[in-house]
């Protein structure tokens, strides 16, 4: 009951106030893998919090207020005693892997699975061997993850090869952002241009369609990222609503503007979390906030095309 409290009272904070909700952590600083679109390993990285400061930092953060978790790395499986601290700490928490180490239980929190597209296109980002290793341990897994693709260049052309895979596997759902790249670098090998984008977040929609609701994005959700749409209106740090609603800190407990660091491109930003907020408020949309009552809400199970779980 206390959960259901606490994930009520994180809404009502969106809707009613401008207080921040939500804490990023970069729990540890250290991956076990080498994938090429990510941010991470083009970083510098500060050392990390051992277990008992971790622990305490997590729960300083939630007495301040903060009711919501998001773990990140470096690879939050590396530090699994951390990750099932802040499950029972928070009243919501996430917590991003590449799988391969599989998902270890954890009380109120819902694990999201990082894969890239069928096998090949997956390894070629990821890693010799990556894609099955976190196959297996997906099925394995205590409660079905949310599988999360990154779109780039690399694997723009796999998006409904890639669902059909994964709607064969026992998963919660599938959700899906574009790379970010960082200011002043062009990433001709990663970063999709704007205007092919729009296409690409149209077929998003037409697999939501086809799929149902276990495709977590929707129109709503789209116009955030149509160049035509409403991208404009929240493309700069100044103007992001997850910079504002959001906490974001380092390994070592210092804070940081943006998951994505401090040189994240906001001009060309895909981030998925500042879709599904903004496209939750603004305005107020029932789809993308089911979307995000899955995030919060182990249990919650989506939809799928013919209206079964």
């Known amino acids: ?22 804490v990023a952590v970069d729990i540890t600083h ?30 300083k953060l939630r007495a301040g207020g903060l009711r919501a978790a998001i773990l990140y790395g470096g690879e ?8 099932r601290a ?15 180490n599989g998902f270890p239980e954890l009380e109120n929190g819902q694990w999201i699975l990082s894969l890239d597209g069928p096998e090949i296109e997956n390894d070629r980002i990821r890693g010799e061997g990556v894609y099955q290793k976190a196959i297996e341990n997906l099925k394995a897994a205590p409660r079905p993850p949310i599988v999360h693709m990154t779109i780039s ?3 723009r052309n796999s998006l409904e090869p890639f669902v059909q895979e ?16 960082n200011r002043g670098t062009d990433d001709d090998n990663l970063f999709i241009p704007l205007t092919e984008r729009n296409r690409l977040v149209m077929e998003l929609l037409r697999l939501r369609k086809k799929y149902g609701e276990k495709i977590g994005f929707t129109p709503a959700m789209a116009r955030q990222l149509l160049t035509h749409g409403a ?12 910079n504002r609603r959001v906490r974001c800190y380092r390994s070592d407990g210092r804070s940081k503007a943006c998951t994505y660091g401090e040189q994240a491109d906001c001009s060309r930003c895909g981030c998925a979390a500042v879709v599904a907020y903004r496209g939750a408020l ?13 995030l919060l809400t182990p249990e919650y199970q989506p939809k799928g095309p013919t209206g079964k779980k």
């Open 166 to 181: 994964m709607m064969a596997l026992p998963i919660k759902g599938m959700g899906f952002s574009f790379v970010t790249p």
């Open 30 to 59: 250290r991956c076990n893998l080498k994938c090429l679109h990510c941010y991470w390993w083009k970083q510098e990285h500060p050392p990390e919090l051992d277990d008992g400061q971790m622990i305490a930092f997590l729960k």
């Open 282 to 294: 603004n305005p107020l949309d029932y789809q993308t906030l089911k979307v995000i009552l899955g």
């Open 1 to 22: 009951m206390l959960s259901t409290f606490g994930k009520l009272m994180i809404l009502a904070q969106w809707l009613l106030t401008r207080r921040p909700t939500s």
């Open 231 to 242: 991208f404009d209106q929240w493309n700069s740090l100044s103007t992001c609503p997850v």
């Open 153 to 155: 260049r690399m694997n």
């Open 86 to 100: 802040a499950a029972r700490i928070f009243d919501a928490t996430l917590a991003f892997t590449n799988g391969v």
């Open 76 to 83: 939050p499986t590396l530090r699994p005693e951390i990750c």
